[in-house]
């Protein structure tokens, strides 16, 4: 299987109850998805709550969701060239609040 993106999807959940975006990794497919109480993605997120990014390599996956305390999103997790997968190299990438890549952030 090859994976040629990121696909990040955030869901409403009530903040004020907890104070932060419960994140759900699924490591094979690349997707990191939330996990709401009623299940709804949340639309001002990304478009319809989901986030896609190319890394501009061949193979992407994401290991890692951090959710920080301004609502950002932190990604991380491996990359390869070309499906040579003896040419591992990693990705940090951060998302503001609605799904956009945070330009503030290394190279965007």
Known sequence: MQITHLKLCRLT?????????????????????AQAVDGDLDPTFGTGGQVTTDINR???????????ADGK?????????NNDYSTEDFAVTRYNTDGTLDNTFGRG
């Open 13 to 33: 959940i009530h903040y004020r109850a907890i104070g932060a975006t419960v994140i759900i990794l699924t490591l094979l497919s690349s997707v990191q998805m």
């Open 58 to 68: 061949s193979t992407d996956i994401a290991n890692a969701v951090a959710v920080q």
């Open 73 to 81: 999103l932190v990604v991380v997790g491996q990359t390869y060239k």
